[in-house]
């Protein structure tokens, strides 16, 4: 039996929402997946920012800098470098079982709809539609433009799921974590995941 299941790719962007993006990560190695992180530039920056998290500048070391932090198996979470085409992500004969961008900038969601793939990230998730994969967006933006609805639009035609960061408040979140918990449960939703992160509706 494996000792970890299919592995996931988690992107996280520049858009602001870092906190859903690390407590995914979290939730998916405490659920004993493997897990391929590509981590944006911008996405490292606001990582710091809004949570304080200084992570360190190569893939190796943020590696194992959030290995360490999150108490990761061995070998069960890959970084990946934004140029890094060898990485297994960036070809079609060995796609994860799903894709999720957490948060995914209007910029990113724009360059995946145009079919780009001037970093991994954007082949990576290039790939997930080519070989009709699960992709998950987490798109992070307030108030959308035509620009940012059509893209989804073309998007959702192509099997996309497209989640905006839009986390209910009928549990009455007393935390901020609550509120993050929420978005992220639904994520895990689409992942067939199972979780116990937050109640379900009509189960008190």
Same mark, same amino acid.
């Given at each position: 039996m494996p000792k970890y299941g299919k592995p996931i790719t988690l992107a996280i962007t520049g858009a602001s929402g870092s906190a859903y993006g690390l407590r995914?990560?979290?939730?998916?190695?405490?659920?004993?997946?493997?897990?391929?992180?590509?981590?944006s530039r911008p996405g490292q920056m606001v990582i710091k920012m809004e949570t304080g998290l200084?992570?360190?500048?190569?893939?190796?070391?943020?590696?194992?800098?959030?290995?360490?932090?999150?108490?990761?198996?061995?070998?069960?979470?890959?970084?990946?470098?934004?140029?890094?085409?060898?990485?297994?992500?960036?070809?079609?004969?060995n796609p994860p079982e799903a894709m999720v961008v957490c948060p995914c900038t209007t910029s990113t969601l %724009?360059? =995946?709809?145009?079919?780009?793939?001037?970093? $991994?990230?954007?082949?990576?998730?290039? *790939? !997930?539609?080519?070989?009709?994969?699960?992709?998950?967006?987490?798109?992070?933006?307030?108030?959308? %433009?035509? =620009?940012?609805?059509?893209?989804?639009?073309? $998007?959702?035609?192509?099997?996309?799921? *497209? !989640?905006?960061a839009c986390p209910g408040f009928y549990n009455q979140p007393q935390t901020i974590d609550e509120i993050v918990d929420f978005m992220v449960a639904r994520i895990l939703d689409q992942l067939v995941i199972e979780h116990r992160l937050t109640p379900r509706w009509g189960e008190g």
């Open positions: 995914l990560l979290q939730t998916l190695l405490e659920a004993k997946r493997r897990v391929y992180l590509l981590l200084d992570l360190p500048n190569t893939p190796t070391d943020i590696q194992t800098y959030l290995s360490r932090h999150f108490r990761a198996g061995e070998g069960q979470l890959r970084v990946f470098g934004r140029e890094q085409w060898t990485a297994p992500v960036a070809s079609g004969s %724009s360059s =995946i709809a145009c079919g780009a793939s001037n970093n $991994l990230l954007e082949r990576a998730a290039d *790939v !997930m539609l080519k070989e009709q994969r699960k992709l998950i967006l987490v798109v992070r933006e307030t108030p959308f %433009s035509a =620009i940012h609805l059509e893209n989804m639009l073309k $998007l959702a035609r192509l099997g996309v799921v *497209v !989640m905006p």
